[in-house]
């Protein structure tokens, strides 16, 4: 009877304790599921207001100012556009003055080239 309780309480014990790790690997999941996403969308925000990514998205646009001068008149259309959706990710104060003129000129000009409906 004695040998029967002993192992009883070891059994219990030994659910009990999986139970808790169980619950404890529950909760940090449902944790992580619920706060991962927001941490994630800080750390991209943070990373786009960086030094670093303003720095390199300037040189990127200059890079591609360069190669719209460059090309083709068949290709300036299409450049354009590619400029213009990557421009979107500053806003326009943060450009340098002659990259914000080039920009503006573009977008007259693509603005202009577009028919009516």
Do not use: C
Not at 17 to 37: E, I, K, T, V
Not at 93 to 100: G, N, W
């Amino acid at each position: 009877m004695n040998v029967l309780k002993i192992v009883g309480s070891l059994l219990l014990a030994m659910v009990l304790l999986f139970g808790f790790a169980w619950l404890a690997h529950y909760n940090q999941w449902m944790m992580f599921s619920f706060f991962a996403p927001k941490m994630e969308q800080v750390r991209k925000d943070t990373f786009e207001q960086s030094k670093a990514f303003q720095d390199g998205l300037v040189q990127e646009m200059r890079s591609m100012q360069m190669e719209y001068i460059q090309a083709q008149p068949a290709h300036k259309s299409a450049l354009a556009q590619v400029i213009l959706h990557k421009s979107t990710q500053l806003p326009m104060e943060r450009y340098p003055q002659d990259l914000q003129v080039f920009l503006r000129e573009l977008q007259q000009s693509t603005l202009a080239a577009q028919p009516m409906k």
